[in-house]
């Protein structure tokens, strides 16, 4: 009966274990750097740019779409 009035606390605890257990025992992947491939950059494309010609809002008007 004691041990349903501290649930939460058996669960964290546990949980806590669990994930320690998992990072302590995992394998970290080495690194790959694959420095042989070249790289797509195209120095004369230029990027492109979007404007937008749109007129602000007013106070009045934010308060009329609300």
Avoid at 46 to 60: C, E, S, Y
Wanted: no cysteine; aromatic share 6%.
């Amino acid at each position: 009966m004691n041990a349903l009035k501290h649930m939460e606390a058996i669960f964290f605890t546990v949980a806590a274990v669990g994930v320690s257990f998992a990072i302590a025992t995992s394998e970290t992947q080495p690194l790959v750097v694959a420095a042989d491939r070249p790289l797509f950059i195209h120095p004369d494309v230029q990027m492109p740019v979007v404007t937008v010609a749109a007129k602000r809002l007013t106070a009045a008007e934010k308060a009329e779409l609300m």
